[in-house]
């Protein structure tokens, strides 16, 4: 990992600036996806600037960093805010041509398997997924799991936006109230920004190389990333509730995530596939 180093860094004062050229030597050189890494000093949302980008014509393989993000956003447009120095705030540019749309679904799923496996080993933490893409860490302590990051994708015309923030050095009183926990605050062996970045980019193009692959672009099967959420997702087999859009609710034991990643519920009017819904682990 050329001119990326490791080891601890806590909060306030030690939060160092991301150094672009130091993460372009790291993952551009020799990668079969990544083309450019830009980093921001600050900027209102990465996946807008993003999602522009593609409207204008950009390639594929643009990553977008920035230190703060003044207008971040998660699923269904929740706010996602951050200390400046304090998060991993970054997008990426996807042209997954030849990947069928319904497949497509799969994409910020992938992105939370290259999250958890990067975190998993940079941090010696246990960490997790709960569907469809929240990273979770305390995951083998029933009802201690905290919310480490989360993950957004939006679609302009065949580009698709991936954005991705992870709480890397934040103090209690820095995060929002709820769940929320940072990797400094769990005891990560590492928070090291830049080295974190770089091994979070390295999942992400393995795993997407794969899922592209031919002969089935975009067969979660076929590549093994089905298997590997599978193996990371803490929902799949736990009682859930599931609210959904508009207001519904559907309660039930999750059992699985099909081929194009709809989370399986077996309800008590019989087994439901879940495309889009806030779900909540019942103890």
């Known amino acids: ?18 150094r672009q ?24 949302s990465t996946n807008e600037d993003l999602l522009a980008d593609a409207t204008s014509g950009a390639g594929a393989g643009v990553v ?9 956003r998660g699923r269904q447009d929740r706010g996602w805010q951050s200390q400046p120095g304090a998060a991993l705030t970054f997008s990426v540019l996807l042209r997954p041509v030849g990947v069928p749309p319904a497949s497509r679904g799969w994409l910020p799923l992938l992105a939370g398997v290259a999250v958890a496996s990067a975190l998993r080993a940079q941090t010696g933490l246990d960490i997790g997924l709960k569907w469809p893409n929240d990273v979770l860490v305390g995951t083998g302590t029933p009802g201690g799991t905290g919310k480490l990051a989360g993950i957004l994708a939006e679609q302009a015309g065949d580009a698709i936006v991936v954005g991705i923030g992870i709480n890397v050095s934040q103090t209690q009183d820095e ?22 970045l770089a091994a979070v980019l390295r999942e992400f193009e393995r795993w997407y190389l794969r899922w592209i692959a031919d002969p089935q672009p975009g067969d979660a099967d076929a590549s093994g990333l089905r298997a590997e959420y599978l193996r990371l997702c803490t929902t799949i087999g736990r009682d859930v509730r599931v609210e959904l859009p ?6 039930g034991r ?8 709809r989370l399986l519920v077996n309800a008590p009017n019989g087994l439901q596939a879940v495309s889009a819904g806030d779900i909540i682990h019942l103890r």
């Open 246 to 251: 508009g207001g519904g609710v559907l309660a």
């Open 21 to 44: 050229e130091a993460l372009r030597e790291a993952l551009v050189p020799g990668s079969r996806l990544w083309t450019q890494v830009r980093v921001l000093r600050q900027t209102g």
């Open 64 to 72: 977008l960093v920035a230190e703060e993000q003044t207008r971040g």
């Open 175 to 196: 995060l929002p109230p709820g769940q929320a926990t940072s990797l400094w605050l769990q005891g990560a062996v590492s928070t090291d920004r830049e080295a974190l």
């Open 254 to 261: 999750a059992c699985d995530v099909d081929g194009v990643g």
């Open 1 to 18: 990992m050329t001119g990326v180093a490791g080891g601890a860094a806590g909060p306030g004062s030690q939060r160092s600036p991301l």
